[in-house]
């Protein structure tokens, strides 16, 4: 194998404004000087894992513009194979961010380049993910590109086992059966479960021990819920552990989910057991929410092992 992980996802350009209050219906107010940051939860994870020393390789789709140009930039830099990384097609995905005083955010996105993901073109990218051990998506590219992947994957190739499917379910959408029944594991935050979890009593219990036990009764392999500054849980059939989080002065969690599960999926591709590997993750969410920015704040193995 070439590649611990090939993350399929998004890449989006960040435009962030911070404004004194977000306007109301036909008002115009005035913000703060425009941030460009590279984001998208795919790009993010390509990132965090290539930072941490992760052989990975992202398949993504940018439009033939500077935005485009900015995040094929930002994933070289921090070290991830970007023969994958799709050029043209619609502009490249944007993320309008207003920021108010006490931190709350509204976004606007536009999924430009990133609805275009086909499972064509995830067909034509055989190579990538037969090279790779794990494949690591998220649900901001097309539902039946994401499904397309599964079902590589889960063919294989020429005899030999596709890669390991980890999945972040967000944004939120019902997930088709074969797609849950690949994952391994299922990734999700507080809102991620309620939300698969709607239809039953149990999506609105507070133990997230239920909602784990629950999730994995509808077929996945194994099902990690992340918990913020609690740490994460993992349910795998066996048993289900919670992993506390290292404690941190948390800065601006921007991203930590990201990290977090680009972390988990290249730890699980260089053959830790999914509780070894959530204990490593765990502690770059940490790192990460203890500087700001999304990819800015991801860490180096030195950092993590630092905390
Ligand atoms: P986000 O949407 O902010 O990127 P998320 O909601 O998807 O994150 P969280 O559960 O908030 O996911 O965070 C993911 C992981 O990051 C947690 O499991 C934990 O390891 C770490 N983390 C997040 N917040 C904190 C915190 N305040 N203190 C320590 N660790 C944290």
């Given at each position: 194998h070439d590649y611990d992980l090939l993350v399929v996802g998004s890449a989006n350009a960040d435009l962030?404004?911070?404004?004194d209050r977000r306007p109301g219906a036909g008002e115009t107010v005035l913000g703060s000087d425009l941030a460009v940051h590279p984001g998208g939860k795919g790009a993010n994870q390509a990132v965090a894992a290539a930072r941490l020393g992760a052989r990975t390789a992202l398949l993504a789709?940018?439009?033939?513009d500077d935005y485009g140009r900015?995040?094929?930039?930002?994933?070289a830099k921090a070290g991830v194979d970007t023969v994958g990384v799709l050029v043209g097609g619609a502009p490249t995905g944007v993320a309008l961010i207003t920021v108010d005083p006490s931190g709350?955010?509204?976004?606007?996105?536009s999924q430009g380049a990133n609805a275009r993901l086909t499972p064509e073109d995830v067909r034509a990218a055989a190579s990538l993910l037969a090279a790779a051990r794990v494949v690591s998506l998220q649900l901001e590219i097309p539902l039946e590109t994401v499904a397309e992947v599964v079902r590589a994957a889960g063919a294989g190739f020429g005899g030999r086992p596709g890669p390991r499917v980890v999945l972040n379910p967000s944004p939120t959408a019902p997930l088709p059966t074969d797609v849950l029944a690949a994952c391994d594991p299922l990734v999700v935050n507080e809102h991620e479960a309620r939300f698969l979890l709607s239809d039953a009593p149990?999506?609105?219990?507070?133990?997230?021990?239920e909602w784990a036990d629950a999730l994995l009764s509808r077929g996945p392999r194994s099902v990690v819920v992340t918990l913020g500054a609690e740490?994460?849980?993992?349910?795998?059939?066996?048993?289900?552990?919670l992993v506390p989080s290292p404690a941190v002065t948390a800065v601006d969690t921007t991203g930590a989910g990201d990290a977090f599960t680009g972390a988990l999926a290249w730890r699980l591709g260089v053959g830790d057991d999914l509780p070894t590997a959530v204990r490593?993750?765990?502690?770059?969410?940490a790192a990460a929410?203890?500087?700001?920015?999304?990819q800015a704040s991801f860490p180096s193995t030195e950092e993590v092992a630092a905390l």
């Open positions: 962030v404004i911070g404004v789709r940018v439009g033939d900015l995040l094929l930039d930002s994933q709350d955010n509204s976004i606007v996105v149990v999506g609105s219990s507070d133990d997230p021990e740490g994460a849980l993992v349910a795998d059939g066996d048993r289900t552990v490593f993750a765990v502690r770059v969410g929410v203890t500087r700001a920015g999304a």
